[in-house]
Each structure stands twice: as C-alpha cells, then as structure tokens.
C-alpha cells in the first residue's frame, strides 16, 4: 500500500494519523479512511528492529477536499477503544518519515544528555537532544536512553561502534 518515497507524495492532500493502537494494519487504515474518500495511499513508518508500526500513520486522498473532509469526520474517533488523532501532514513531517532511532542500554547513571550528545553526534546528524529515560519522582536516570538520527547511516554506524 505504500507506494515511492513520501517527498513524491500530494502533502495537501495527505493526511497524519497519530494515535493508533498496535492492533491497527496499512489494510484496516485504508478501508477505514476509504469512508472519507478515495486512498491513493497509505503508511505506516515501522520499527526497524521489532517490525511493529510506531503508533502513526499517514493516509494519502485523492484530493485536498478528501484530506480535509477526513479530519472533520475521523478526528478523535475511537480504534480499537483508543481516540486517533487526525490533520494535516505538514511539509515538515516528511523529514520525520524516516526513524532512525536508536536504544542506548545500561548507561552509567552518571552520563548525562550532553555527554550522550558529544559522543554519538560524531556518527551524523543528531536531529534532537538524547533522550535519557528518568524517573518522574527522583530525576535519577533509568539507565537508558534514545537517539534519533537524521539517516540510518548515521544510526547504523553508532550501533556498528559502540554496540557491546
């Protein structure tokens, strides 16, 4: 269902779908969206290491009155027992299609962002501040952390160098 690289795509009339179960498959977002109008395409960016969809997808309509008729009538409905959140897919979220993030585990509790940062930013392009995991009550570190690469050459070759 997914059809060429999503700069290819009509953005105006490309709709974001957040919000999604685990439950939910490309086949399910299409026949639910098709209710709005015709699909011309639908995409759901998947986890590279479990293969599971990351909770968002985007519905691309034959035209903008399509796209813009689906987010009066879709936003908010329950899948699955869950509301989905639904609007426009901005210019901008077509750079965040790729996900190329990475899980860093039994980080010392003493390391901190910036370190995580002057570390991995020697692999490529670190598109926003390491995410280290904290504990709501303490502040203290969990003992891991996430990445996110602007390109999986960059996520590859950090995993390639300081994996083990």
Known sequence: MAAG????????ATVYVGGLDEKVSEPLL???????????NT?????????????????????????????????MIKLYGKPIRVNKASAHNKNLDVGANIFIGNLDPEIDEKLLYDTFSAFGVILQTPKIMRDPDTGNSKGYAFINFASFDASDAAIEALNG
Do not use: C
């Open 43 to 75: 995409h759901m960016p998947k986890d590279r290491v479990t293969g599971q969809h990351q909770g968002y997808g985007f519905v691309e309509f034959l035209s903008e009155e399509d796209a813009d008729y689906a987010i009066k009538i879709m936003n």
């Open 5 to 12: 690289p999503i700069s290819e795509r009509n953005q105006d």
């Open 30 to 40: 299409w026949e639910l969206f098709l209710q709005a109008g015709p699909v011309v």
